[in-house]
């Protein structure tokens, strides 16, 4: 059986799903065509419910539950890995404007559905004036002057100070201060039209998958780093190191609450609509 696959670029995603992909793991008959995507674009063909597995913002997931369903395995959760404001001047004079009432700063934000998106509304609700960029072009836009500040994700947290650039806030560090919980950035998603038995596949596969990784992590390096931007291994595989983690193996208790109570925050502040289905997947 064929399936559509979506997910990103970014050495976490490669990492997880290499076993997989290449068949290192039984993958109990299922077989993938494979699309590398940005993960906006990815929240996007969700939206449009164009794939049968695809890995999506959480934010974004609220507004596709009703096509997709949540897979215990392949997410990320954690702490200490929250998306970051940066800035090229002065921190402290941005973020009291940010506290303010009105908020002009225009801030360049990786995707309108994207989970930073979703803290930044979170943590500075007045912080309106925001523009769509690929999390990959955020810190040159700020180091241009054609954004104010920055929301930068995955590997761009460690490479800004590089850049001459400042941190503002760890929005995710504000997470967790707030709630006490990881902070649920991404999941792994299916087709609510495939059978539950495939459902139930599919999460098997992608489990062994980050086990196989877990146990061989260079197994999948000349694959990683095919995606990897020029990145450096030190700096690949600290960015697997901060996002895969034992919620990606399995979200569990602790990893389940923490996606219902980002859940319960955004409607509570009307970010997301109500979501009425069974997000996880079901255990029947």
Same mark, same amino acid.
């Given at each position: 059986m064929k399936l559509s696959l979506g997910f990103s670029p970014c050495p976490n995603d490669t990492f997880i799903f290499d076993a997989m992909i290449h068949h290192k793991i039984d993958t109990e008959g299922l077989d993938f065509k494979v699309f590398y995507d940005d993960v906006e674009t990815l929240n996007q063909k969700a939206m449009r419910g164009e794939l049968d597995i695809t890995k999506l913002s959480y934010h974004a997931f609220a507004y596709v539950a009703d096509k997709y369903v949540l897979m215990d395995a392949g997410s990320a959760l954690g702490f200490g890995v929250g998306p #970051? #404001?940066?800035?090229?001047?002065?921190?402290?004079k941005l973020i009291s404007d940010l506290k303010s009432h009105v908020?002009?700063?225009? /801030?360049?934000?990786?995707?309108?559905? =994207? =989970?930073?998106?979703?803290l930044l509304g979170t943590a500075f609700p007045n912080a309106t004036n925001k523009v769509e960029l690929v999390f990959s072009d955020i810190e040159n836009a700020v180091l241009e002057g054609r954004v104010d500040i920055g929301l930068i994700i995955h590997e761009n947290r460690f490479t800004y100070q590089d850049k001459g650039l400042k941190k503002i806030i760890d929005l995710g560090d504000y997470w967790e201060k707030e709630t006490g919980c990881a902070i649920p950035l991404g999941g792994i998603v299916a087709n609510r039209k495939l059978p539950l038995d $495939?459902?139930?596949? /599919?999460?098997? $596969? /992608?489990r062994r998958s980050v086990e196989f990784a877990f146990e061989n992590p260079k197994s999948g390096l000349e694959f990683i780093r095919s995606h990897a931007q020029e990145m450096s291994e030190e700096v690949m595989y600290k960015h697997i190191d901060l996002y895969v983690n034992k919620y990606s193996v399995d979200l569990g208790a602790e990893g389940k609450k923490a996606i219902k109570l980002l859940f319960d925050k955004a409607l509570e502040n009307n970010i997301i609509p109500? $979501?009425?289905?069974? /997000?996880?997947l079901n255990r029947d």
């Amino acid at each position: 059986m064929k399936l559509s696959l979506g997910f990103s670029p970014c050495p976490n995603d490669t990492f997880i799903f290499d076993a997989m992909i290449h068949h290192k793991i039984d993958t109990e008959g299922l077989d993938f065509k494979v699309f590398y995507d940005d993960v906006e674009t990815l929240n996007q063909k969700a939206m449009r419910g164009e794939l049968d597995i695809t890995k999506l913002s959480y934010h974004a997931f609220a507004y596709v539950a009703d096509k997709y369903v949540l897979m215990d395995a392949g997410s990320a959760l954690g702490f200490g890995v929250g998306p #970051l #404001l940066i800035c090229k001047d002065d921190p402290e004079k941005l973020i009291s404007d940010l506290k303010s009432h009105v908020s002009n700063l225009k /801030i360049g934000i990786p995707g309108k559905y =994207t =989970t930073a998106n979703f803290l930044l509304g979170t943590a500075f609700p007045n912080a309106t004036n925001k523009v769509e960029l690929v999390f990959s072009d955020i810190e040159n836009a700020v180091l241009e002057g054609r954004v104010d500040i920055g929301l930068i994700i995955h590997e761009n947290r460690f490479t800004y100070q590089d850049k001459g650039l400042k941190k503002i806030i760890d929005l995710g560090d504000y997470w967790e201060k707030e709630t006490g919980c990881a902070i649920p950035l991404g999941g792994i998603v299916a087709n609510r039209k495939l059978p539950l038995d $495939v459902q139930h596949k /599919i999460n098997r $596969v /992608i489990r062994r998958s980050v086990e196989f990784a877990f146990e061989n992590p260079k197994s999948g390096l000349e694959f990683i780093r095919s995606h990897a931007q020029e990145m450096s291994e030190e700096v690949m595989y600290k960015h697997i190191d901060l996002y895969v983690n034992k919620y990606s193996v399995d979200l569990g208790a602790e990893g389940k609450k923490a996606i219902k109570l980002l859940f319960d925050k955004a409607l509570e502040n009307n970010i997301i609509p109500e $979501v009425k289905e069974d /997000i996880f997947l079901n255990r029947d």
